[in-house]
């Protein structure tokens, strides 16, 4: 089993000292956003705790602490994850499903090549080509028990725009999932907050023995993103 995958299902706040906060100056062609954004990353546990662990992005926190709660990566689960780069999220599911042993499956697609991951099949390409589906369902060698998707495309700045932006994908990955996933499967999307996706939710409603609103401790108190989370796939009933 890989360093990032461990034994443990733990995932909270991750467990490091405390140190003095450490401030980065404007200089050069560094903008003060992005001065901003460097102090953030050099002063977040998870950065740091993510690092330790050999996840390759802060991210992969989330979902250990939204598995930890709804429990819905199982040992032998196949599981599609839309969005993958830079890969922490195929990390997490890989060793909860055990699929380097063999026991699970997990295959993932995104935009950017990802370095490969033992027990995951990885594939470059963008999700919303009409090939994608049919790709991703040849991959995964079955039907799915889990479709995550942490896609989000790049904010603009308004908040009501990248509320829509998102919330399409969301929309095109349920689409999918209702294809794929088995009965009793699970349904995992990144939204952001914006009142908009009441159409989504009731949709999932109806597919979904459970629908629930999450934000892990690891999405950051600032962010507009939220999770949903959908199980219990009730299977297709397109009348």
């Known amino acids: 089993m890989s360093k990032a995958g461990g034994k443990r299902r733990g995932g909270g706040a991750p467990t490091t000292r405390r140190v003095p906060a450490v401030r980065v100056k404007t200089a050069g062609r560094r903008t003060a956003s992005s001065t901003q954004w460097l102090e953030r990353q050099l002063n977040d546990p998870y950065v740091s705790e993510a690092k330790r662990l050999g996840y390759r992005s802060r991210a992969a926190f989330k979902l250990l602490q939204l598995d930890d709660r709804f429990h819905f990566l199982k040992p032998g689960g196949r599981i599609v994850d839309l969005g993958t780069a830079p890969g922490g999220w195929a990390q997490v599911a890989v060793a909860r499903v055990k699929a380097e ?3 699970g ?9 990802v370095d490969s991951i033992p027990g995951a099949a990885l594939l470059k ?18 039907p799915a028990d889990v479709v995550l998707s942490d896609m989000a495309a790049p904010t603009t700045g308004h908040a009501a725009t ?3 932006r998102i919330l399409a994908l969301a929309e095109a990955a349920h689409a999918f999932a209702r294809e794929v996933l ?21 949709a999932l409603k109806r597919d979904f023995a459970s629908v629930r609103h999450a934000k892990p401790p690891a999405s950051r108190s600032e ?6 989370v959908a199980l219990g796939f009730r299977g297709r009933n397109d009348a």
Do not use: C, M, N, W
């Open 162 to 164: 990248d509320h829509l």
């Open 223 to 228: 962010s507009a993103e939220i999770y949903v």
């Open 125 to 142: 390409g963008d999700f919303l080509d009409e090939a994608a589906p049919a790709a991703l369902r040849q991959a995964l060698e079955g």
């Open 182 to 202: 088995a009965p009793g499967g699970a349904f995992v999307a990144k939204l952001f907050q914006g009142g908009a996706e009441r159409t989504l939710l009731e």
């Open 105 to 113: 499956r997990v295959v993932g697609i995104d935009l950017l090549a």
């Open 101 to 103: 042993s063999g026991r």
